[in-house]
């Protein structure tokens, strides 16, 4: 993030606040979907000098100005050297701003020689000026131009063992641009040895540098076949050996209780994000017994909680990715899920309920995994306030939603009575009832399910109103399922509407047909 | 807007408190997937099991954190003040087969239940605004003693919740609406039952009335809004609803008591 300050000054001298801009950035998000959906999401960066900023506009408008014939001329000053020779470089570094420049560049005879030339040569403000141009043409969206500057790959990896903390950035950067989406480039860098050279960089104390490694790294790592060809086998059990487990989630947590106290930066999640990735893929790519040892601090719970609410306002994908950390850690663990009663964060995961997009899926699935344990669970997860909640859920519209609230009633009712009797009172069983005539499989037959197994007291009242309200059988045996009606009646004080229909209607009308003396309903 | 305890426990917790093994686990038996689980004739319908997901770098869940980064690498990044991605909050359907309807509130999709679904006659589907209305419309309709009844006693009782009255017939009971209780002569709710065939014999399928039709197809509850708003004002019900045939609503369900007539 060292970046973002550069960023932000960038953004300060374009109108940020104008609607133009939103829109540009709107149009942005949807084009990065679309190439993120096609697998062809590649994000080059240009480093630009802070003093440049200034001129840096308006150049652009005179570059366009500059004819093949006057780039000519202008190469033909920086081949022919003499003291005129950095300040020609410099002025070509701010021509090749314009794309067309870039390839009427590549076109003249000889123009890379010359600049790989200078750029591996021996004066060192040379080399600065010639590494900046070929980082420009490196930024380039056209696959010619980036062609083109492979001749300097072997130079920008020597250099990367330089002392220069900002010409080894620049050299990084370009070298990850050149490698952005392009698998034969970086077949060559990786034979050109870039792995060990950046070993020795990511060392370095200096965070620009650092987070140019990864940044190349990135691009490294973002090809399709980089499962074979880079990442060793059984990584996952190396990274966790050798503490990333234990590392990343204490950087969860400090950030967690950082951003609970309000003490954070703008850009907090860019780093947040890819911590909760990979903590959620090494959890998962791995025995949890491996990962246990490093899983001591339970704070870690308390953490994703906190962002997870955090974040729900300005990046519910950040939101869900917390959550689906949390579903890692809790699915098959007790001891998981019992620091998450413990910690008495079931309320806070209740209130994330209410939103769609995969939030409350997630919440579901973390609440079923903690039921799933035993009915010792369920019976807390009841007292925490669980039952109102899924009365609300089941009527989403979301059927993956009403199908995990389902699965979690049906734990939380097989657990105890009470919580049958408190689903009851709620209002709940009539929200099943409507269900039981849903198109959709999983829904009807879960509904009846419970309605049959597991609310029987309610059902069996309903069936024995609806009897008596169709009295197709006007027949003696209604003496003994009388007793049954009032049995059941007394036990189950649940509020059936047909019950008043049908008993008050029904029963003794009927009965005073057949003259049998009945109690005082 | 976080519990305080909750943030004194990730920023000032001793080293005891925070260990997990200073948790107490509670004890994993009996599992309530086993309570469940079907019993040998019918095997059970729910299927969870935990799992933990493996998701990879293409996945859907990481997009919006993939866009932000690109965002960032291009340079585009605003700060967290501007273009805040609001969270969508889930909407709420109803579950009744055939009616599907969508509601942005559990509180407008509780009001559509309570219109269209919650007192229907099971027998000929037609919803009533309330119990008393619904009680009497299931007894003078449905009812084959009712009309045997009648004839003895005055079984007509008056529409209106409190007044006891009960008349011989039932233009005795819409003239006492009318003059006493100030009804209009076309309350919706005062319908006589068309009778094709005599008094007496097996309980016939209703003829529905006009307005109510009982087309198949999707229903079109739109209509019923109005009304709902004026639940209270019985003078001016003003709705009506369409529902097809092949529906039957969950508190009135008939399917153990009349085979054949349902489609599924």
Known sequence: ?521 | MFRPDLVRFLTAAGAEEICVGSIPVLPVHPKPSELCSGIEESPSAFTFTPRRMRLDKDHDLFEDGDIHRHLYLRDSVAGMSELPQAPTVAEFRCHIAGCSQLFDTLESYEHHYDALHRRVCADCKRAFPSDHLLDIHIQEWHDSLFQLMAKKQNMYQCLVEGCDLKFKTSTERKDHLIKVHRYPSDFRFDKTKKNRRPPGGAPQRVEVSMEQGDEPGAGEPMEAEPAVQKRGDRLRPGYSYKVPASICFGQGSVRGFRGGRRRK
């Open chain 1, 1 to 521: 993030m060292w970046r973002l300050n550069a960023v932000r000054h960038k953004a300060r001298g374009r109108n940020t606040a104008g609607e133009e801009f939103r829109l540009k950035r709107r149009e942005q998000e949807r084009e990065f979907r679309q190439a993120r959906k096609d697998q062809q999401l590649v994000s080059k960066r240009l480093i630009e000098e802070d003093e440049e900023e200034d001129e840096g506009a308006m150049d652009t408008a005179d570059s366009k100005l500059w004819k093949d014939q006057e780039l000519v001329e202008l190469l033909q000053g920086v081949q022919h050297g003499g003291e005129k020779r950095a300040s020609n470089l410099r002025t070509l570094r701010k021509v090749l701003r314009s794309p067309e420049a870039q390839l009427i560049l590549i076109g003249l005879e000889n123009s890379m020689q010359v600049l790989v030339g200078l750029l591996s040569g021996s004066s060192a403000q040379c080399q600065l000026e010639a590494a900046h141009c070929v980082h420009q043409l490196s930024s380039s969206t056209c696959a010619r131009v980036g062609a083109a500057c492979l001749p300097a790959t072997p130079y920008l990896i020597t250099y990367l063992s330089g002392q220069n903390a900002k010409f080894t950035e620049l050299c990084l950067y370009t070298l990850g641009n050149l490698c952005a989406g392009n698998m034969a480039v970086r077949d060559k860098v990786l034979a050109q040895g870039i792995i060990p050279a950046l070993a020795v960089c990511i060392q370095r104390p200096n965070l620009a540098v650092v987070e140019a490694v990864g940044f190349i790294v990135a691009q490294l790592l973002q090809a399709k076949d980089a499962s074979e060809k880079i990442i060793p086998d059984k990584a996952s059990e190396a990274l966790i050996s050798q503490g990333a487990v234990s590392q990343c989630s204490s950087l969860l947590i400090t950030l967690g209780g950082a951003v609970a106290t309000g003490n954070t930066e703008e850009g907090i999640e860019l780093l947040i994000w890819p911590l909760l990735r990979c903590v959620g893929n090494l959890l998962a790519g791995s025995a949890l017994e491996c990962c246990a040892s490093q899983l001591t601090d339970s704070r870690l719970l308390a953490a994703l909680c906190i962002l997870a609410q955090t974040f729900l306002q300005p990046h519910p994908g950040l939101a869900r990715e917390s959550l689906w950390v949390l579903n890692n850690l809790t699915a098959d663990s007790s001891v998981f899920s019992s620091a998450v009663l413990y910690l008495s964060l079931v309320p806070s995961l209740i209130q994330l309920l209410p939103f769609s997009k995969g939030i409350n899926t997630m919440v579901l699935q973390v609440l079923a995994n903690v039921a799933y344990q035993g009915t010792e669970y369920c019976v807390q997860l009841t007292h925490s306030g669980l039952l109102p909640a899924l009365c609300a859920t089941l009527k989403m519209a979301d059927p993956a939603v009403v199908t995990l609230s389902l699965e979690v009633l049906c734990m939380l009712l097989a657990s105890s009575s009470q919580a049958a009797e408190e689903f009851v009172k709620l209002g709940g069983s009539a929200a099943l009832e409507a269900m039981r005539y849903n198109s959709q499989d999983e829904l009807r037959l879960r509904a009846s399910y419970l309605l049959e197994h597991h609310l029987p007291a309610y059902s069996q009242v309903r069936s024995i109103c609806l009897y008596f309200r169709n009295r197709h059988k006007a027949c003696c045996c209604v003496h003994s399922d009388f007793k049954t009606l009032f049995c059941v009646l007394t036990a189950y004080r649940a509020k059936v509407h047909l019950l008043r229909s049908a008993v008050n209607h029904s029963v003794s009308f009927f009965l005073s047909v057949i003259e049998v003396k009945t109690p005082a309903l």
